[in-house]
Nanobody, 129 residues
C-alpha cells in the first residue's frame, strides 16, 4: 500500500517562497516518476511539475517555469519529493497534491492526472496579495 503525505503548505504573502514536501512509502518507489498537481477552488486539477525516477528529467507547467523547482531524495523504501516555490503569486493559491506513476521506470504523459496511480491528501497553499 503506497502512502503519500504532503506538508509545507501555509499562508504567505506574494513574492515569498515555500517548500512543499511529499513523503512516499509502501514500496520501492525509487523506480517511479512522481509529480505535483494543484487544484484551486472551482477549477480542475492542473499539472505543476514532474520528475523522473532518477531525478534526471523534469517537466514544468508554463505557469510555474522559472519559479518552481521539483527535486527528489530516494531511499530504500521511502522517497521524498520537494517543490521549491519562489516568487509566489496569488494565482498559485491552491491545494497541492503529490502523485506517483502507475508503472516503474516509466516516463510518458506526465502532465495528465490519469498517468498517476497514487495520490496524497494535499496541502493548502494560500498566497495573499
Amino acid at each position: 500500500q503506497v502512502q503519500l503525505v504532503e506538508s509545507g503548505g501555509g499562508l504567505v504573502q506574494a513574492g515569498v517562497s515555500l517548500r512543499l514536501s511529499c513523503a512516499a512509502s509502501g514500496r520501492a518507489l525509487s523506480n517511479y516518476a512522481m509529480g505535483w498537481f494543484r487544484q484551486a477552488p472551482g477549477k480542475e486539477r492542473e499539472f505543476v511539475a514532474a520528475i523522473s525516477w532518477g531525478g534526471g528529467s523534469t517537466v514544468y507547467a508554463d505557469s510555474v517555469k522559472g519559479r518552481f523547482t521539483i527535486s527528489r531524495a530516494n531511499a530504500w523504501n521511502t522517497v521524498t519529493i520537494y517543490l521549491q516555490m519562489d516568487s509566489l503569486k496569488p494565482e498559485d493559491t491552491a491545494i497541492y497534491y503529490c502523485a506517483v506513476d502507475r508503472q516503474p521506470t516509466h516516463w510518458g504523459r506526465v502532465g495528465q492526472p490519469d498517468y498517476y496511480g497514487y495520490w496524497g491528501q494535499g496541502t493548502q497553499v494560500t498566497v495573499s496579495s
